[in-house]
């Protein structure tokens, strides 16, 4: 039975609408999480339905309207692979060797990726500054993401990726204000080039964070929001101290379509990150752990983690309320295709609490 609702304050208007503001919110939370109880999902006009007009970008209600999504891996260690030399800025070879930063992303589509990223992680101005590539700005983002959605072919979307500054706000090297503008400037450039969404991702300081999200959100396009939680004695701190919850919320205010959590440690501590987040926020959730912690063995990195090993921490991630699964450092296309096996095997979505693939 469902209780009467009574009207927010004895159905008084507040000035400029502030009460209905508050209001609105929960109601999508409310409605968001009547879905999840309902085997098969709330529909209403069509694919996402209600929820979907209410709740979320229509993007990501035609993604998440077929179950959980697989997501790709990460690009710098596959770049490597490929030949790029340690030291060498990864952003750049859009333009010198975007045929094998495309391998890296037909690798992602071919192995079972829904949603590739983009080699544009540190491709703000920024950072582009410092590595002498400042007036490639628009180059550099343009041919990332055109290289992106010639690989994935109508296969998958492109959401293309925009990382830190490498600048502190708490030591006065960057000001806020420079920090939208740069966040603003890279989101225009790929969003003009056709990007299908935008993923800031690795964020350690909040108040970063959110500019990039709030920057990205001017475009229209779906943004996800990611931090890095690799501190504290449970590694469920940023290295500035922000807890899920805290970054949750703080990114739900900026405007963060799906609130997520990237990089920092193995996938195994990512179950509890999730269940957090999912906590925390009606939103949906997007994880991407990396294959463990590195061990340097001749200067070079090595994960040790398998990809079938990476993959046996699907079911428990989808049931802790991830949305979006996918890999960060030291991940592979052969994980991508372990998740996505290890997805076909789960029950239909309603099997379990609404959370397995629509078969």
Known sequence: MVAPVRPLGGGRRERNGVLADRAIPVLKGALRRLWLDIPGGLTWGGSGGLLGALAMHPILTELLSKGPVITDGAWGTELQKAGMPLGEFPDAWNLKAPDRVGAVARAYVQAGSRVILTNTFGANRLRLADAGLVDQVAAINTAGVQISKAAAAGRALVFASMGPSGKMLLTGEVTPVM?????????????????????????????????????????????????????????????????????????????????????????????????????????????????????????????????????SFLEPLIMAGADFVGGCCGTRPEFVAELSRALATLPPKGGIDGRGPAH
Not at 196 to 216: F, I, P
Not at 231 to 242: A, E, N, P, V
Request: proline share 3%; hydrophobic share 45%.
């Open 179 to 311: 920090l939208r503008e740069a966040f603003a400037e890279q989101a225009r450039i790929l969003a003009a080039a056709g990007a299908d969404g935008l993923v800031v991702e690795t964020m350690a300081d909040l108040s970063e964070a959110r500019a990039a999200v709030e920057a990205a959100k001017e475009t229209g396009l779906p943004v996800v929001a990611c931090m890095v939680y690799d501190s504290g004695r449970l590694k469920d701190r940023t290295m500035m101290g922000t807890r899920p919850e805290e970054a949750a919320n703080a990114l739900a205010q900026s405007g963060a379509d799906v609130i997520g959590a990237n990089c920092g440690q193995g996938v195994e501590g990512f179950v509890a990150i999730a269940g957090r987040l999912r906590a925390a926020t009606s939103l949906p959730v997007w994880i991407k752990a990396n294959a463990g912690l590195p061990e340097y063995v001749d200067g070079n990195a090595v994960y040790r983690t398998t990809g079938e090993q990476f993959a």
